[in-house]
């Protein structure tokens, strides 16, 4: 029986970038817009640090549950260009793609 730890890379992958990312309102379709949401996402990231797709894995409040292939969308185009650190092991190995687990806020630029 394999172990959880033997999969996971000695070090997870980092995002290099800013915590704070802003995304015009016109770049997705629909009437209003994205409504303030929480996410956890899954960032896959391949072994040279760049970012291959976001898989959004909870989104609250749970009445956006239908929005969720929306948001994703909305997460792919912002970080589609992005430059993460990958992950490795200790023993300067990196795997093919790795996930990288984060927490976004979904808020109205003007929203303090």
């Known amino acids: 029986m394999r172990q959880l730890s033997k999969d996971l ?3 997870l992958a980092k ?3 800013s915590g704070t990312k802003t995304l015009a309102a016109n770049s997705l379709d629909g009437e209003n817009g994205l409504a303030p949401a929480q996410l956890v996402a899954s960032f896959v ?5 760049n970012f291959q797709q976001a898989v959004v894995i909870e ?3 749970s ?13 792919n185009e912002l970080f589609r260009n992005e430059k ?3 992950a490795y092991n200790q023993d300067g190995s990196k795997p093919d793609l790795s996930n990288l687990f984060v927490k976004i806020t979904i808020q109205p630029v003007n929203s303090n």
């Open 59 to 61: 989104i609250q409040p």
């Open 84 to 86: 993460f650190t990958p």
């Open 63 to 75: 009445n956006l549950q239908s929005e969720k292939n929306l948001y994703q969308q909305a997460i």
């Open 45 to 49: 990231i391949d072994k040279n640090g």
């Open 9 to 11: 890379p000695d070090v």
């Open 15 to 17: 995002y290099q970038g």
